[in-house]
T-cell receptor, first 109, second 113 residues
Framework: SQQGEEDPQALSIQEGENATMNCSYK?????LQWYRQNSGRGLVHLIL?????REKHSGRLRVTLDTSKKSSSLLITASRAADTASYFC?????????FGKGTMLLVSP | NAGVTQTPKFRVLKTGQSMTLLCAQD?????MYWYRQDPGMGLRLIHY???????AKGEVPDGYNVSRLKKQNFLLGLESAAPSQTSVYFC????????????FGPGTRLTVL
C-alpha cells in the first residue's frame, strides 16, 4: 500500500517560476525524503527531513514538514528546464521506504 | 565509484522463460532492494536484504526470488515470466537501516511477451 501521495500528479510551468508539490501520508514517520527521477533513469535522492524538523533547504530546494497535518511540500525556486523530472516523496515504514506515485514536473523554456 | 549498476539494461522474454537480473554496488552498503515501477503505480518493493546471506519479502514478492550471496551483489530471479511482470526494475542500496537514503541503479526494462 502507498504511504505517501504526491499532489498534483502533473505540473507544467515556465522557466524562472517556482514549483510546489505536496506529499500527504497516513501514519507517523521518523523521516521523509524527496527523490527526483529523470526520464528513463533511476531515482536520485534530493533531501531528507526528520520528524522533529519543520523546514530544510538545499540550494534551490525548500522542504517543509507538518507532522500534525501529515504533509510535506517541496518547493523548487527559479525553475530551470533541467528540473523537468518526476518527483517522489518517500516515507519510512517498519524497515524500508514507501514511495508515492510521484509528481511529473515539466519546465518549459 | 560506479555506485549501483544493473545488468542487463533491456530484456525481452517469452512467457514461461526464466531470467536473472544482477545488481552490484561498490559502496559497501549493507541494505539492498529490488523495486518495480509501473505507469501510475510508483515504485513497489519486491524484495530486500539487510545484509549478506539475508533476504526478506516486500510489498509484491510473488513470482520473484532473490539471493544475496555476496555483500555487493543482489540477484533478482524470475522463474517463469508472465506478461504481468513487464515493468522497469530498479535496484537500490543504503548504508545503514532501510529508512536511510537509498542509491538507485539505472534500471532494467523487461518486456514479457
Amino acid at each position: 500500500s502507498q504511504q505517501g501521495e504526491e499532489d498534483p500528479q502533473a505540473l507544467s510551468i515556465q522557466e524562472g517560476e517556482n514549483a510546489t508539490m505536496n506529499c500527504s501520508y497516513k501514519t507517523s514517520i521518523n523521516n521523509l525524503q524527496w527523490y527526483r527521477q529523470n526520464s528513463g533513469r533511476g531515482l536520485v535522492h534530493l533531501i531528507l527531513i526528520r520528524s522533529n524538523e519543520r523546514e530544510k533547504h538545499s540550494g534551490r530546494l525548500r522542504v517543509t514538514l507538518d507532522t500534525s497535518k501529515k504533509s510535506s511540500s517541496l518547493l523548487i525556486t527559479a525553475s530551470r528546464a533541467a528540473d523537468t523530472a518526476s518527483y517522489f516523496c518517500a516515507t519510512d515504514g517498519y524497515s524500508t521506504l514507501t514511495f508515492g506515485k510521484g509528481t511529473m514536473l515539466l519546465v518549459s523554456p | 565509484n560506479a555506485g549501483v549498476t544493473q545488468t542487463p539494461k533491456f530484456r525481452v522474454l517469452k512467457t514461461g522463460q526464466s531470467m536473472t537480473l544482477l545488481c552490484a554496488q561498490d559502496m559497501n552498503h549493507e541494505y539492498m532492494y529490488w523495486y518495480r515501477q509501473d505507469p501510475g503505480m510508483g515504485l513497489r518493493l519486491i524484495h530486500y536484504s539487510v545484509g549478506e546471506g539475508t533476504t526478506a519479502k516486500g510489498e509484491v514478492p510473488d513470482g520473484y526470488n532473490v539471493s544475496r550471496l555476496k555483500k555487493q551483489n543482489f540477484l533478482l530471479g524470475l522463474e517463469s515470466a508472465a506478461p504481468s511482470q513487464t515493468s522497469v526494475y530498479f535496484c537500490a542500496s543504503s548504508l545503514l537501516e532501510g529508512t536511510d537514503t537509498q542509491y538507485f541503479g539505472p534500471g532494467t526494462r523487461l518486456t514479457v511477451l
